[in-house]
């Protein structure tokens, strides 16, 4: 989490409420990328159902392990193991990228302005590598046992018998790719340009609101301060 340098004691109410506003703006940001992001991949990755919490729990199937191999064959097409770092770090990249076309203009003309937009973008690309790379192995883990559960042994078979042809293989393996076309790097754009200003809206409006209760309740925001300064 980035953090803001810490004022004086004496504004102490004021800086508990920016400190809220300002978690609260990192994190619509990060949800906003991370929507954005996540229903382009899931629809790329045939995102499988999950069941539902309350289904019980039964013994997996007698052709489990069959499926499990099919659809880490199929995997292994979509993202080759020797190239999956390189191409989530491109894919991270490239909605970055889509992500700054989308910042107002009216935060981009000012060159100071713009270089701390841009040197915090930057970290938070780079912080995020090894977080991805951690938790990759798990993720396609869980995507070939949600692939079982989701298509039979046959459909599973056909699925791995198309990724097998020259069209199959180059359709699943640049899926991911598809994101970097200037017109599919455009829309995003204007997506992201779009939930930037709900977003600050409804940030605009909290944080009003935040301060006004903050005022009213000074005993809250000492408490908050004080919380926020022994962590």
């Known amino acids: 989490m980035l953090d803001m340098p810490e004022p004086p004691s004496a504004f102490s109410w004021f800086w508990a409420a920016v400190s809220v506003c300002w978690r609260v703006a990192i994190v619509a940001l990060s949800v906003a990328i991370w929507a954005v992001s996540a229903s382009i991949f899931g629809a790329l990755l045939l995102a499988a159902s999950a069941p539902s919490a309350a289904a019980p729990v039964t013994s997996p199937p007698a052709d489990q392990p069959a499926k499990l ?3 880490n064959a199929i995997i292994e097409i ?6 999956r770092e390189q191409t989530f770090d491109k894919l991270a990249a490239d909605l970055a990228g889509q992500f700054r076309a989308g910042i107002p203009a009216s935060a981009s003309t000012d060159p100071g302005f713009k270089a701390i937009v841009d040197q915090y973008l930057d970290r938070a690309l ?3 590598k090894p977080l991805l790379r951690k938790h990759l192995p798990a993720m396609f883990e869980a995507m070939a046992l949600a692939y079982t559960r989701e298509f039979s042994i046959t459909e599973l078979r056909n699925i791995h018998a198309f990724a097998e042809t020259p069209a ?3 359709y699943l393996s640049r899926s991911t790719a598809i994101l970097s076309d200037p017109a599919v790097a455009k829309v995003n754009s204007e997506m992201i340009a779009d939930a930037q200003k709900l977003s600050m809206a409804l940030i605009t409006e909290m944080k009003d609101e935040l301060l006004a209760y903050l005022k009213a309740h000074p005993e809250v925001a000492e408490r908050m301060a004080a919380e926020s300064k022994a962590q």
């Open 78 to 83: 979509m993202f080759p193991p020797a190239d």
């Open 69 to 71: 191999a099919e659809a």
């Open 168 to 170: 199959g293989r180059h």
């Open 126 to 128: 780079q912080l995020q």
